[in-house]
Nanobody, 126 residues
Framework: QVQLVESGGALVQAGGSLRLSCAAS????????MGWFRQAPGKEREFVAT???????VYTDSVKGRFTVSRDNAKSTVYLQMNSLKPEDTAVYYC????????????????????WGQGTQVTVSS
């Protein structure tokens, strides 16, 4: 099991930027594929981005070109750089971890992840 703590959420104006961080502890971070998900009020939790053990990234269409996911194994941390933020990006953002042998694949389905952080609130005002 790995413990995850997100930070960096804030209130920001449309067009602004934020960087979310997710610090992991408890197990070997490099053994985990990492994902970012978000949940807006009254909506289902949705996939945002993933980064595999080897650094391969996948994004949902609505954030492509605006968000960048990355990982620093030396710091046991995954990041989500969010640029050109829109009001529809408002949500609680969660990071998630899944231990895997694959260097290249990180799941896009929330149910595939075994460990979750507590979430950090991102609010984008228009």
């Amino acid at each position: 099991q790995v413990q995850l703590v997100e930070s960096g959420g804030a209130l920001v104006q449309a067009g602004g930027s934020l960087r979310l961080s997710c610090a992991a502890s408890g197990r070997t971070f490099s053994s985990y594929a990492m994902g970012w998900f978000r949940q807006a009020p009254g909506k289902e939790r949705e996939f945002v981005a993933t980064v595999s053990r080897g650094g391969s990234t996948v994004y949902t269409d609505s954030v492509k070109g605006r968000f960048t996911v990355s990982r620093d194994n030396a710091k046991s941390t995954v990041y989500l750089q969010m640029n050109s933020l829109k009001p529809e990006d408002t949500a609680v953002y969660y990071c998630a971890a899944r231990m895997t042998d694959s260097l290249y694949i990180a799941p896009r389905v929330a149910s595939a992840y075994t460990d979750w952080g507590q979430g950090t609130q991102v609010t984008v005002s228009s």
